[in-house]
Structure formats: structure tokens, C-alpha cells
């Protein structure tokens, strides 16, 4: 029998590697047959990743099928490009940011042959931390399940049949029962079903696609089953994305798209309605939210730093000038809240909004601002000067007060804002001596955890709750090159299900590589490099990209009765800069930029036309730009194509 894995990959290329090595390290690929009886083919189709997947694919795995697109096609059609070609009997669309136990692909073979019903199966995960994920069996997704989920009452009612419905909370986590949709991550389908359904449907572009499949399976007349008694490591990377608009909007719309095509009547209308409210509600409290998140703090500022500047004005009148009224109201209503604002606005382009907090960005924009403001002093005529005292003063009051407020946050431990020493990590390394010897020399190149034990032989879970806890070990690094998927597996649910459990992340290391990979985070030597250098992903960088974006976008539309007629593409001059200016797009892009695209490349500041560069030399402009990314690169381009606007 045959098994095809298709795997779609997206810039996770920790992730990937780890994932194939799993794969590769299963018994169906270790069993011992004759060459002419092929047990498992690979397939990874790639969308247009930037950060080195394909390359090391090809270097590392040379026996996948890898399809490299040139662009993100989405997880749906990316999927189907595989899926057309692949010989399977059985067929897993399996997530690139997932480990598989050794015995996976053979129990769910095994599960095969012995129900003959089964057209899709589902197996039991759990995240990088050991838990159980609920979303490992799904109900049909009704208005009333529906409603229960996005109401949280479901959390609630775990285990009601009829309110925890969308997770199916009435069956038993541990045993194997029918249900209706089954997980994306880890998606298994006979090519019996697979010929009866069909591909998956790319009007997905993500999200609602499994769904959408799930229920083809069951209305074609086969049964969707979950298989608890093999497991998989689920890292659910996305998770931090799911308050933005974005992700609220493409969930809500997938599921939209659902309901147009298997609802009709009422209930069809009831659902839709019920649907848009919630993309509606949900958009406007993750709006709502983010936007007092970041508005918090500056107000905060301000009306500290007013307050203060307030006082030393009344101080200052009273005991120099003797007349406490002696400055006039404007000053009090005007003047000082511009003072204000100019250093809030230096200090935030300095970064001193930025996380984590860097009290020196704060300092240096505020030293700016003051420098700024006494020079405009300067050249005011003197019924305008009020008092050059009281405007160091108030600059030297607004710093102090600003960095005070940082340091309470601090002591309050709010994440972001803490100002003391980051601690190191107290680690256990879990692992062969030769193994661990070479994930601690790993841990101190990276210089970011103390490594308190290691223990080999293999321990029980007790035995490292022990250990956990003499050393107050706040991480557990497992050495995948002497511990199965299995044994980290079961190690990590053990250990969340002791009543002693103290808070603790694990992470895995595979073997002969350099990375880390833990719940949410992927720990590397080339991350080191990385942070070394002004990377595009730096927030600084991405707001000063922006700011440089708008200015530019402003200034070429002021200029077009000029520029316009030197254009070699007239009707997209005015197109683009308005494109620019609301965000849709960027001036200069790459691939790898998930928030827009861009008019140009890395690749146009080249003398040589785009379209004579291969894809090779291409890609290593792209990643280069991303890693070394500087404001004045942008400039250049942009100067460079002015008449190709």
C-alpha cells in the first residue's frame, strides 16, 4: 500500500524540517521491502517562501516531490496541485508545523483495513505544551453550534452533547468515534473517497477548507472517524494572529462560503445574518481593543506629563513672576500641549513606544524634541517667547515621567515593559550525554538559558517532575535524536496531567541541526544573526517603511503635474500612489511580505531588467532585502524607477 503526504509550506522552515523528519523516521518508511513496493511518497508544495524552505528541502530531503510556486496560491490550491498527481491508496494533507509519532501512518493504514467505511480520519493532537486540542474532532458547524461557540458558552458547557456540539464535547477525548469534520493539520482521506469527492475547493483561499471537504466526505457516504490511539504534535503558530482583522474576516467569510452552499431556507438566511454580525461584532471588538492598546499609554504620558508641566507653570508664576495668573490661558491650553506632543512624537519616532521598552530610544527622541523645540524658540519674536526655564524644565519633568511610568509597568510585570535584566532560563536537557552536550553548547552559543541538569537515561514522567522542580526549571529541552515522538509525546501529557505540575515550556531539538523549536518560537543561531541586523520585521523598521511610504506617495501625487508626463506606465501612476497611500500596497515588497505587496522588487535596483534575472539570483535579493533592510534601500529604488511609477 501506498501513502501520499502532501505538506503546503509557507515560510515555517523550522517547522518543515522537523516535520519531514518525523515523517522519514516513521516505521513505514524503516520497514524493511522490496524497492519496486513503495511505501511512502512526499510531497511539499511550497508558496513562494522566502526564508529557505525550498533550498533546504532540496539539500536535506532530496527525495520529496517539491513543487516550488512562484506565489501564495493558498492552502486549498496549493493542496490540489499535489493531490493530482500523487498514486496513493491513502492520501494525509498534514501541516508543516506538526510532528507525527513513529507508528502513525501504520495504525491509521491499520484503521483503514479493518473499516471499510472510513473515508476521512482524524487522529488525537496536542500543542507544544502537551494539551489536548479540542479542534482534533469538529461537529457540522449549525447556527446553533455556531452560536454556541462564538457566544463562549461552550466553554462553559465542555462536555454538553448539545452546546459543545462544534467540538463534539460529549465524546471522549481517548476514544475512537465517527464525527463530522475533521482537522486541517492532519487531514487522511482513501482514494476510494478521494475519486467520489474530488479536490478541495480553492474558493477557499484559507480556513474552511478542511470543512468544507469533511462534509463531502460524509454526503458522499463514507464515515469521518477520530483515531485517538496515535497522536501528533500540533504547534498552532496562528494562534497569536486571530484577533486581527484580517484573520477574523477570512475565517468568517470561509465559513460564509460554507453556509451559501450546503444551507438553504431559513435557515440559510438565519446563519448568514447570524455570520455577518459576528464578522462585524468580532472585527469591531479586535478594532476596539488594538486601538486602546496602543492609545493607552501615550494618553497616559500626556496627561502625566501635563499635569506636571502644569504644576511647575503655577510654581514658577507664583514664586518668580509673584502673580500665579501672570501666564496668559493659551499658554496653558496651547502652547504646553504642543510642547508635549513634539517630544511624545519624537520619542515614538525613536521607538520609545516600541516593545519591549528601551528606556535609551526614549531619551535619545526626547533629547531630540527638546533640541527641536529650543531652536523654535529661538526664532519666535518675543511677545511669543513665554519662558525658556519653564520649557526645560517641562522637557526635563516629561522624560522623567515618561521613563517613571515605564518603571511602575515594569514592576507590575506587564509583559513588554519589564526594564530589569531578561533572566536566563533554567533548563533540563532530556537526552543521550553525547546529545546533550552538544544542545548545551547550542543553548550557551545562543546565550539565552542556563542549562541546570540533563538526564539520560530516559526518565519517567515523575522522575523529571522531580527534577523540574528541585531546580525550579522553567524549560525542558528534549533531544529528538534519542527520544521518539512517541516518548516526548507522552512525557509532555504526563507531566501536564500531574496535580503538581509547575509551569513549564518544552521544546525539541532535532538532531544534527542548530534550532530550537518550542511552543510558539523557534530558537537559532541564524536568529542571532538576524536580530544583529535592521530586519524588515522589526517594528521599527515596518513603521518607518510606512511613514517613508506615505510621504513619498503624498510628494509623487504633489508633484504629477511635473512627473506624470515623464511616465512610461501613465495609467498606473495615480492607481498606484493611492494604493500606497491607504496600505493596499507598498513601494518596494517581496514575497515574503505578508502585509502588502509591492510596486517594486529588491530585484529593480539592479541596472539589469527584472526579467532577465533567474529565479536563484531573485530570491537571494529578496532574502537579503528582508534581512538587511535598510530605509535608505527603498529610497534608492524608488529613485532609480521614478519614471516607472
Known amino acids: 500500500m501506498l501513502l501520499s503526504i502532501v505538506i503546503v509550506n509557507y515560510n515555517v522552515k523550522y517547522f518543515l524540517e522537523q516535520c519531514l523528519e518525523s515523517v522519514y523516521n516513521s516505521d513505514l518508511t524503516l520497514k524493511e521491502v522490496p524497492d519496486e513496493e513503495l511505501r511512502l511518497e512526499v510531497f511539499v508544495v511550497d508558496n513562494a517562501s522566502v526564508d529557505g524552505s525550498v533550498e533546504m528541502v532540496r539539500e536535506k530531503f532530496p527525495q520529496v516531490h517539491l513543487i516550488a ?22 492520501m494525509l494533507l498534514l501541516n508543516p508545523d506538526t510532528v507525527v509519532e513513529h507508528d502513525t501512518f501504520s495504525k491509521c493504514a491499520d484503521f483503514y483495513a479493518t473499516h471499510p467505511d472510513c473515508g476521512g480520519l482524524g487522529v488525537k493532537m496536542i500543542n507544544g505544551e502537551g494539551t489536548y486540542l479540542k479542534e482534533s474532532k469538529r461537529g457540522f ?89 496515535t497522536r501528533i504534535i500540533h504547534y498552532k503558530g496562528e494562534s497569536t494572529k486571530r484577533s486581527s482583522m484580517n484573520y477574523v474576516y477570512t475565517f468568517y467569510n ?11 431556507g431559513s435557515n440559510a438566511k438565519f446563519f448568514n445574518i447570524l455570520l455577518h454580525l459576528a464578522i462585524w461584532g468580532r472585527a469591531t471588538l479586535a478594532w476596539l481593543k488594538r486601538v486602546l492598546q496602543a492609545i493607552a499609554l501615550p494618553v497616559t504620558d500626556f496627561a502625566v506629563a501635563f499635569a506636571g508641566f502644569w504644576g511647575i507653570k503655577q510654581l514658577w508664576a507664583t514664586y518668580w513672576a509673584s502673580n500665579v495668573h501672570y501666564y496668559p490661558p493659551q499658554y496653558t491650553w ?28 526614549i531619551v535619545k527622541g526626547m533629547a531630540v524634541g527638546a533640541a527641536a523645540l529650543l531652536v523654535f524658540y529661538s526664532l519666535l519674536n518675543e511677545s511669543q517667547r ?91 529541552i528534549f533531544c529528538s535524536k534519542d527520544l521518539s515522538v512517541q516518548q516526548i509525546i507522552n512525557l509532555m501529557t504526563e507531566l501536564s496531567q500531574l496535580p503538581s505540575r509547575q509551569q513549564v515550556e518544552y521544546k525539541i531539538v532535532p538532531s544534527d541541526s542548530d534550532f530550537i523549536i518550542g511552543s510558539n518560537s523557534i530558537s537559532s543561531a541564524e536568529d542571532l544573526y538576524a536580530e544583529e541586523l535592521h530586519t524588515i520585521v522589526s517594528p521599527l523598521n515596518q513603521r518607518n517603511k510606512r511613514l517613508l511610504d506615505i510621504t513619498t506617495a503624498l510628494l509623487l501625487i504633489l508633484l504629477s503635474p511635473i512627473l506624470f508626463w515623464f511616465q512610461h506606465r501613465k495609467k498606473l501612476y495615480f492607481a498606484h500612489c493611492w494604493k500606497v497611500l491607504i496600505g493596499k500596497k507598498t513601494w518596494v515588497g517581496t514575497r515574503g511580505n505578508e502585509t502588502r505587496p509591492g510596486i517594486f522588487g529588491p530585484e529593480h535596483a539592479l541596472s539589469t531588467h527584472p526579467k532577465y534575472l533567474n529565479s536563484e539570483l531573485r530570491q537571494r535579493l529578496h532574502l537579503r532585502y528582508l534581512r538587511n533592510y535598510k530605509i535608505t534601500t527603498d529610497l534608492q529604488i524608488i529613485t532609480k524607477n521614478i519614471f516607472n511609477i
Open 254 to 264: 470561509a465559513m460564509a462560503i460554507f453556509v451559501k452552499r450546503y444551507f438553504s
Open 69 to 90: 510556486n512562484q506565489d501564495n496560491v493558498g492552502f486549498a490550491r496549493a493542496n490540489n496541485q499535489a493531490l493530482r498527481i500523487c498514486k496513493g491508496d491513502l
Open 334 to 361: 496651547m502652547v504646553i500641549p504642543f510642547y508635549i506632543l513634539l517630544l511624545m512624537l519624537c520619542s515614538w519616532l525613536y521607538g520609545g513606544y516600541l516593545k519591549p521598552i528601551k528606556p535609551l530610544r
Open 386 to 476: 513665554y519662558s525658556r526655564a519653564l520649557l526645560l524644565l517641562g522637557c526635563g519633568w516629561t522624560l522623567l515621567s515618561t521613563l517613571g511610568i515605564r518603571g511602575i509597568l515594569s514592576m507590575l510585570h506587564l509583559s513588554g515593559y519589564d526594564l530589569r535584566p531578561k533572566a536566563m532560563h533554567r533548563c533540563i536537557i532530556v537526552g543521550s550525554e553525547e546529545e546533550s552536550a552538544r544542545v548545551q553548547q547550542l543553548y550557551e552559543s545562543l546565550g539565552c538559558a542556563k542549562i541546570e541538569s540533563t538526564i539520560h537515561p530516559i526518565p519517567d514522567s515523575q522522575k523529571l517532575a522531580d527534577t523540574i522542580h528541585i531546580y525550579r526549571a522553567d524549560e525542558v
Open 141 to 229: 458547524p449549525t447556527p446553533a453550534a455556531s452560536f454556541y461557540k462564538m457566544s463562549g458558552l461552550i466553554r462553559i458547557f465542555p462536555h454538553s452533547r448539545r452546546i459543545a456540539a462544534y467540538y463534539m464535547g460529549h465524546l471522549s477525548d481517548n476514544q475512537t468515534n465517527r464525527i463530522d469534520i475533521l482537522p486541517g493539520a492532519y487531514l487522511m482521506i482513501s482514494r476510494k473517497a478521494m475519486n467520489q469527492v474530488g479536490l478541495l475547493d480553492e474558493s477557499y483561499f484559507m480556513y474552511g477548507e478542511d470543512i468544507d471537504f469533511s462534509w463531502r466526505i460524509k454526503l458522499a457516504g463514507f464515515e469521518n472517524y477520530y483515531f485517538p490511539d
